[in-house]
């Protein structure tokens, strides 16, 4: 089973990710929990270019090293890991660039979902966790977790995270129109609630997409 994880910075994704492998491990799963950009070494150095907030990325050019880093993982990593019938969960996927590049930076839509088709190699989540968050709320996680004076703009931040407060109010909202268009697919979750009372919504969906397909 593919299982991906979205929302915007700070929005718990890492946290579920975690609970969720362990959540699996545990009913004898073979768990594999990536991130994106990353997971493999060409992708780790993508992410580096990616993040590294003295970089000057292009709005196509950033698009372009997210399809390069997501195309590397998914044929090197992903596909032969469900291959061999085992459960992948990803910290972002390609909802991440219709929601970041094309809501957040106005990049076309047609355009994306191509990329997103090629990149992905037409991989489909099974199932994909959007934890809802408002910028405002995601920022002041951020920074406590960082124990930092609150600010919009910060060295302590990386370069996806400078990009503004409005930029993300573009994402979230990007998202919720994601999420209206893939009601099968994507579970809207409060990412306000306790990180224990997403991880049983989180459990309750599994289990009942496993009754179905089994
Ligand atoms: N449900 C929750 N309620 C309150 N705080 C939370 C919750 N989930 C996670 N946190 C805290 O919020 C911070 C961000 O969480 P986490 O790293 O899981 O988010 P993320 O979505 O992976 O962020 P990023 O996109 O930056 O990787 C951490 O300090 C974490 O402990
Ligand atoms: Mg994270």
Known sequence: MLITFEGIDGA???????????YLQERGREVLAL???????VAEEIRELLLES????????????????RAELVQQVIRPALENGNDVILDRFYDSTTAYQGYGRGLDLDMLA????IASCSLVPDVTFYLDLTPEDALMRKFSEKSLPLAFESEELDRMENSGLDFYRRVREGYHKIGGENPNRIIII???LSPSEIHRKIISSID?????TA
């Open 35 to 41: 991130r994106e950009p990353g997971g493999t070494p």
């Open 12 to 22: 718990g994704k890492s946290t579920q990710v975690m609970k969720l492998k362990r």
């Open 208 to 212: 009942a997409l496993c009754t179905k």
């Open 114 to 117: 191509e990329i997103n088709r």
């Open 54 to 69: 003295r970089n000057d990325i292009t709005p196509v050019g950033e698009l372009l090293l997210f399809a390069a880093s």
């Open 190 to 192: 409060d990412a306000l």
